[in-house]
T-cell receptor, first 116, second 117 residues
């Protein structure tokens, strides 16, 4: 069974540009969540999509947006990049049901974004 | 709002010894799940162990076990017979009710564990 796939693995962008990151969840998983990981702030929740709808959103500016397609693949977009957006962006997929066995989040290897 | 606190930024253990990583959390929910994730240098987050709040019995997975104290809101991870491959960053995470929070995970700041041969 294929795991969570994030592309690209590494990105270097210039301030002011925009960027799109992609996440392909495990087959059958309908929930995709995005997290930003930085040395200073740790792991912070960006948003979650479930069946193409944003189910929850973290405390990030509107420059951060996302979407989910009918095949559950998700993209996140960051517009007008700032130096502080440099981070590891992690995607996680899960069944996200109430049954304990469906609560596990499976993570991708992340996209390392560097803004210069 | 829920919070997760890991008060030990770094821990060290001798190979084959036992180490305990601490985690406390704050919530007003009664239905929630707690997790320990491991993040090695490859940055791949791996689930180590899961605990359902409604279960009084502490979860165990081979050399990994937890001490879940619901009233004290404490959730520590014990690693027995530590191995070199256990060296990693360990994160404690909270997930609330799917109806209130969806699949959102709230993470602690992490504990960097080193294992000495």
């Amino acid at each position: 069974k294929a795991g969570v796939t994030q592309t690209p693995r590494y990105l270097i962008k210039t301030r002011g540009q925009q960027v799109t990151l992609s996440c392909s969840p495990i087959s059958g998983h309908r929930s995709v969540s995005w997290y930003q990981q930085t040395p200073g702030q740790g792991l912070q929740f960006l948003f979650e999509y479930f069946s193409e709808t944003q189910r929850n959103k973290g405390n990030f500016p509107g420059r951060f947006s996302g979407r989910q397609f009918s095949n559950s693949r998700s993209e996140m977009n960051v517009s007008t990049l700032e130096l502080g957006d440099s981070a590891l962006y992690l995607c996680a997929s899960s069944l996200a049901g109430q049954h304990p066995l469906s609560t596990e989040a499976f993570f991708g290897q992340g996209t390392r974004l560097t803004v210069v | 709002a829920q919070t997760v606190t890991q008060s030990q930024p770094e821990m060290s253990v001798q190979e084959a010894e036992t180490v305990t990583l601490s985690c406390t959390y704050d919530t007003s929910e009664s239905d929630y799940y707690l997790f320990w994730y491991k993040q090695p240098p490859s940055r791949q987050m791996i689930l180590v162990i899961r605990q359902e709040a409604y279960k009084q019995q502490n979860a165990t997975e081979n050399r990994f076990s937890v001490n879940f104290q619901k009233a004290a809101k404490s959730f520590s991870l014990k690693i027995s017979d530590s191995q070199l491959g256990d060296a990693a960053m360990y994160f404690c995470a909270y997930r609330g009710s799917i109806y209130n929070q969806g699949g959102k995970l709230i993470f602690g700041q992490g504990t960097e564990l080193s294992v000495k041969p």
